[in-house]
């Protein structure tokens, strides 16, 4: 079995992509938000070393992340990691116990990636989301759920998106180098539909 390391920008659609690749291969897919958040939420050893640090503004460590990664993946083959490693030292750390066979990159730009965020609505009354673009709402400006009205994230403003983008790319540019030189890296269009990139992908990943 392969075991797969997703990258790319916010934006570049990681999460609708690893869960499509995950189902055709039969992969686990461990979203390491997702992972976080339930530890948080089941208040175990690790959820609440993390509830820690998230609630003091500072990044969880990495040995916590790993010690979580580590736990879900027990030993396990044919696994999808999407949001993990985002450094060297994660990466180096997860080398210890999964054996990384390929590397997805998933290569946006950033106008794109203003572009899409940019669109991007939420509800807050119900937490509903829409897109400008690929998703409208029925009545322009109104939640089709709840009737809330919907506005734009602070996070999804074009210049702050502009900057998470180049926060990204430097702190991920080591690991995909790392990677490269491995001969793991696959580089892949992102700014193409969710179908169409699924599709490239699975067909790079298949045996
Ligand atoms: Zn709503």
Redesign the pocket.
Known sequence: MTNVVLLGPPGAGKGTIAARVAAELDLLHLSTGDVLRDEVARGTELGQLAQGFMERGELVPDHVMLAMVRERVNGREGVLLDGFPRTLAQAEGLARFLPVHAVVYLAVRKDEVVRRLGSRRV?P????VYNLVTQPPEVPGR?D????GLIQRADDAPDVVARRYEVYERDSRPLVEHYARQGKLITVDGARPPDVVASDVIEALRP
């Open positions: 509800c009354s119900c937490g509903a939640c759920r709840c009737g809330g």
